[in-house]
């Protein structure tokens, strides 16, 4: 199985995101880890490397278009 839309992101899990990471791991064959801007796809991009199963899916969403 595999989730194709997550948002693993520190600040949705705090200090729970590593453990959420291993619980699913343990079940899925792969998690599609979504950004939605520049900062997070930095974000799913760090998490890529350190997390064989992650793959992520860079993207900006509509509402994030404008410059920071």
Do not use: C, F
Not at 27 to 49: G, Y
């Amino acid at each position: 199985m595999i989730d194709t839309h997550a948002h693993l992101l520190a600040k949705s899990y705090g200090e729970d995101l590593e453990e959420a990471i291993r619980i699913a791991t343990e079940e899925l064959v792969s998690i599609w880890n979504i950004s939605w801007d520049l900062k997070t796809a930095k974000v799913v991009k760090d998490i890529l490397s350190q997390h064989s199963k992650i793959r992520p899916v860079i993207g900006i969403h509509p509402n994030h278009t404008h410059a920071d």
